[in-house]
């Protein structure tokens, strides 16, 4: 059959790398890098662009999904200067908010579940 594989999706070949960063210094666009992420989506694309574009530093963020069949986006970050903020900085900064952030809504959750557990449990003994 042509249908690919699912795993093709996620799972990296043999050799491929799940991240690889661009400088764009030579381009037209200054002060600008691109991430390439193998193995993502839309998801994962807007989720970064999205907190890269609370940063006041970074100028345009945007990505690219080149086709349903290709399984990577490519992550465009500009910032206004390199002197105050460099593209990766911007990125790592927007990464390491968002890890915040998760591990804030993880721990959230968890105490929710807790909660609403041994709320049952106490209705249970009644």
């Known amino acids: 059959m042509n249908e690919p ?3 093709d999706s996620y799972r990296l070949s043999e050799g491929e790398k799940k991240c690889e960063w661009k400088d764009s210094a030579n381009e037209k666009m200054a002060n600008s890098g691109t991430l390439v992420i193998n193995k993502e989506d839309h998801t994962m694309g807007n989720l970064i662009r999205m907190q ?3 940063d006041k530093q970074v100028k345009f963020a945007g990505y690219i999904h ?3 069949l290709i399984h ?3 992550l465009r970050v500009q910032t206004l200067d390199r002197a105050l903020s460099t593209p990766m900085q911007a990125l790592e900064n927007a ?3 968002l890890n915040q952030e998760f591990t804030g809504l993880k721990a959230r959750f968890q105490q929710e579940v807790r909660r609403v557990q041994a ?3 106490d209705r249970e003994y009644r």
Do not use: C, N
């Open 5 to 7: 594989k699912r795993a």
């Open 52 to 54: 890269l574009l609370r």
């Open 66 to 68: 080149p086709h349903p």
């Open 72 to 74: 990577r986006i490519e």
């Open 95 to 97: 990464l390491s908010d």
């Open 119 to 121: 709320e049952q449990a």
